[in-house]
């Protein structure tokens, strides 16, 4: 079928050389977006990573090639910190006005935090800012963050965005009128919001200068081919699109494909729990039979990039560059020989009456994780390791992690290593009932990993943190416990238009129109 | 028959929202990983027994239906979680939409169906009758989505007659025009993709009465034949067509679901998929009743209409 669709597709593109000029309010750009429209707030998880254009956090990003750093935003500076790493303060810029015209203070900052902890609001970002004991409001134009723990990747936390106090009425996040009629201080305001399209328009009053690109309307396009289709037929200027999707119009005038790098990674955990898969001889084995660039190539058309541990090269100093596994299939068979895994007669190895045989599980919906899954087996059973594929539901898949392996991703929050490794890494997260059950998915116990990720959490220097996160990986890859498989390049489709100033960014786990080449919307100027 | 009826649509609605609870409680899908999207894969286990408490997504299903019956009959329909709307402005902005386009569709394909079904039947074996039941099994073989894909790639990309997508141009206003010109495309394929059985059963059955002895003794007797076609084949003919559009109105709003997502159309039917995936109990259960009262109303006129156009039905039935 996808086959089919992609020749109906290119049909098309045959056909129609020019993209017509779409029928679109002046001064703006038409993006199509797959995700539902609504559900503008912060509270119940809208712009966590700081991508919303109708709210500001403390914090922001600044994008450009390698790991995206912060600047101010709300905040008047950058936050100051205690020497314990326990306490931060953040003094708040003065003058800004929400697009309600209240002007915002301290009180809204730290209302906004506490709506997230109180557990009426029910909001999905209560475990991301777990860290937080308790945020005050210390005078009119400074917040107080007292943490539980020491955590240096707290700006991280800061990108959040921030809402009017009056606004947050208690009760659950999903009910509150902000989800339709968001009130924030950023970039953008929202004229009006319907199932199919959201109109928004810049925010003259903005405290950094009134964006140059004037309008920006979203609709809502469910369908990959549709949203394709509507980019041909010159009805939207820009959408996210599935890499296979997007490379057909690489050869089309008045087109650009882009891309942005990601953190998202995607690899199959070995279980502690299972005598196979928890074989340090197969752990070491099966990250060397893996072709990860045949991967890359095959299986995510070229967008993508090699992983051998959760922390990709955008890293910078962090990033340990000899922290990688070669691909070696006969290494990988020498390892198992001298582990005393032989191959039995019909080509599968056993060690002591074990065969070295396990499963994959994958979410039934998810087909690249399947095909990654596919994949995986594939290699594996070259060097006599049998691997199973297995598709299993979100309900029952947890229960079976421990003792089966399972083609997981992560790095939902990569603006800091510690969000982008710690949970997958630290055997805190091995004990039951510790975080979410896809948390250390394979139980890994690893103490050299374990001390390095505390102390990087424990210290702000950043020299002295890059240097714990290079060792970190160099113990991972000495004792590896899992098989880190790629990180996805997030595909994109824009018309030409009369606006330039994209910038590339490190983007998280979540894509659509709110990031890609507009996720700086606002930095746009004309040409 | 109309108080029957409406009398009868009380129990079965409970009836049917009681089994809704209890089978969505045995569906392999989590309710939380609707609400939490990504974050149902890194929220803590103690936080996503928190927040399901929180929500009442953890409470035994009888006892969520009870809640939620107390609610309903107050009027008070809840919120969708998957919206973050109330379900009342979940059914204004969306239901009108779904109506427009499943009503045309179904209109078109009536009309259409009656003309070229009634013509087909009385001249059995002729060149449009071939022509059609050739047509139609075509048709009906071919996936509403795969329909809507290349009469997009057609008439919107190629030719470019119509627009791709969506209720309006990006950014302009539901108005007359641009409705009109957006409807034309996904009613058509809808349109097409309810015509083939429409089409056929209702040439089956003027075959059919054409043939029946009644007919054959009517001819007999020497009755003109646009007579015999007005009273006796039409009537016996239309009776058993009413039944089944009313039967299969359900069917509509499984090819609509489709039609809607592939032309970004802002309708419910769309919604139907999306509350059952992510068990939205409000928002499911309002629509399943919805479309329980939808196949109600559907066969009570279907019923009344029998029993007008057939005068052998008796209208106490």
Redesign the interface.
């Known amino acids: 079928m996808a086959v089919?669709?992609l020749a109906?597709?290119a049909?098309?593109s045959a056909?129609?050389t020019v993209p017509?000029s779409?029928?679109?309010?002046a001064d703006?750009v038409?993006l199509a977006d797959g995700f539902?429209l609504?559900?503008y707030?912060p509270i119940?998880?809208h712009g966590e990573a700081g991508e919303s254009k109708l709210y500001d956090g403390l914090l922001r990003l600044v994008g450009g090639d390698g790991m995206p750093t912060f600047e101010p935003a709300l905040a008047a500076e950058m936050p100051t910190v205690s020497d314990d790493g326990l306490h931060w303060v953040v003094k708040v810029r003065d003058g800004v006005r929400f697009t309600d015209g209240t002007t915002l203070d301290a009180v809204d900052v730290a209302a906004t935090y506490k709506a997230i902890f109180d557990?009426?609001s029910?909001?999905?970002?209560?475990?991301?800012l777990?860290m937080i004991e308790s945020v005050t409001a210390a005078g009119p134009d400074a917040v107080r963050f007292d943490l539980r723990y020491p955590y240096a990747a707290m700006p991280t936390k800061l990108l959040l965005g921030i809402v009017p106090s009056e606004r947050l009425s208690g009760g659950?996040a999903?009910?509150?009128t902000l989800?339709?009629a968001p009130v924030g201080t950023g970039p953008y305001k929202l004229v009006s919001l319907?199932?199919?399209?959201a109109?928004f328009e810049a925010n003259e009053d903005y405290w950094d200068g009134a964006p140059q690109v004037k309008?920006l309307?979203v609709?809502?396009?469910?369908?990959d081919?549709?949203r394709a289709?509507?980019l041909?037929?010159g009805?939207?200027d820009g959408a996210n699109l599935p890499p296979r999707l997007a490379a057909t119009f690489t050869d089309r005038a008045g087109f650009e494909v882009s891309s942005n790098t990601s953190a998202d990674w995607r690899g199959v955990s070995l279980p502690a729990g299972n005598p196979v898969t928890a074989d340090p001889a197969i752990r070491a084995a099966l990250n060397r039979a893996v072709d990860r660039q045949s991967i890359v190539d095959h299986v995510l058309a070229g967008y993508g990039r090699p992983a051998s541990t959760p922390l990709p090269e955008v890293y910078g100093a962090a990033y340990e560059a000899s922290a990688t596994f070669p691909f070696d299939p006969a290494g990988a068979e020498r390892i198992l020989d001298d582990a005393g895994w032989r191959r039995s007669a019909d080509g599968v190895r056993e060690k002591a009456g074990v065969r070295a045989e396990f499963t994959v599980m994958y979410f039934p919906e998810d087909t690249l994780r399947r095909d990654l899954a596919q994949a995986f087996a594939t290699d594996a059973d070259r060097i006599g390791v049998r691997v199973s594929v297995q598709p299993a539901?979100?309900?029952?898949l947890p229960d079976r992690l421990s003792a089966n392996a399972g083609l997981?991703?992560?790095g939902?929050l990569p603006y800091d290593p510690d969000p982008q490794i710690y949970?997958t890494l630290h055997s805190s997260y091995a004990q039951a009932?510790?975080?979410?059950?896809?948390?250390n998915a394979s139980d890994y116990v690893n103490p050299a990993v374990d001390a390095a990720l505390d102390a990087a959490r424990r210290t702000t220097d950043a020299d002295e943190r890059a240097a714990q996160y290079r060792s970190v990986q160099s113990a991972y890859v000495a004792d590896p416990g899992c098989v880190m498989l790629v990180f996805l390049d997030h595909t994109y489709v824009s018309r030409d238009t009369e606006y330039t100033g994209s910038t590339p960014i490190l983007e998280p786990?979540?894509h659509g129109a709110a990031w890609g080449p507009w996720w700086n919307l606002r930095e746009w100027t004309r040409s | 028959m109309l108080t029957r009826r409406a009398l009868f649509t009380v129990p079965l609605t409970a009836a049917v929202s009681l089994a809704l609870f209890a089978l969505a409680s045995r569906s392999p899908f989590d309710p939380l990983a609707g609400y939490l999207g990504d974050r149902y894969l890194t929220m803590s286990t103690a936080d996503k027994r928190r927040v399901a408490t929180e929500l009442g997504v953890d409470a035994p299903w009888w006892q969520q239906w009870a809640t939620w019956v107390s609610h309903a009959v107050t009027g008070d329909l809840g919120y969708s979680r998957t919206y973050a709307q109330p379900i009342s402005a979940v059914l204004a902005e969306r239901g009108p939409w779904t109506l427009l386009l499943s009503g045309t569709a179904l209109a078109a394909a009536i009309v259409i169906a009656l003309a070229a079904g009634m013509w087909a039947g009385l001249h059995p074996g002729g060149l449009l009758d071939r022509a059609l039941a050739a047509a139609a099994t075509v048709v009906q073989a071919v996936p509403p989505f795969v329909m809507s894909l290349v009469a997009v790639t057609v008439f919107a990309v190629s030719l470019r007659w119509l627009p791709v997508a969506g209720l309006t141009d990006p950014g302009a206003d539901p108005t007359f025009g641009q409705v009109a010109r957006h409807l034309t495309l996904p009613a058509a394929v809808l349109t097409a993709s309810l015509l083939p059985w429409l089409l056929l059963s209702l040439r089956q059955s003027i075959r059919a009465a054409a043939e029946s002895d009644a007919v054959l003794g009517a001819r007999a007797r020497g009755i003109p034949e646009p007579v015999v076609v007005r009273r006796h084949i039409l009537p016996v003919a239309l009776g058993p067509f009413t039944t089944l559009i009313g039967l299969r109105l359900p069917e509509l709003l499984v090819g609509a679901a489709i039609v809607e997502e592939v032309f970004s159309w802002p309708g419910l039917a769309g919604s139907l998929v999306t509350a059952a995936r992510e068990l939205d109990f409000p928002l499911l259960a309002a629509l399943t009743i919805g479309t329980t009262w939808l196949v109600l109303a559907g066969s009570l006129l279907a019923d009344i209409a029998h029993a007008l156009l057939d005068p052998r039905v008796a209208d106490d039935a």
Request: proline fraction near 9%; glycine fraction near 10%.
């Open positions: 089919a669709v109906t597709v049909a098309a056909c129609a017509a779409p029928s679109t309010p703006g038409v539902d609504g559900g707030n119940a998880g557990p009426a029910a909001s999905p970002l209560a475990t991301s777990n659950r999903s009910e509150s989800n339709t319907r199932p199919d399209q109109v309008n309307t609709v809502h396009v469910p369908d081919n549709a289709q509507r041909i037929a009805e939207v539901d979100r309900t029952t997981l991703g992560g939902d949970s009932g510790v975080g979410s059950p896809y948390d786990h979540s």
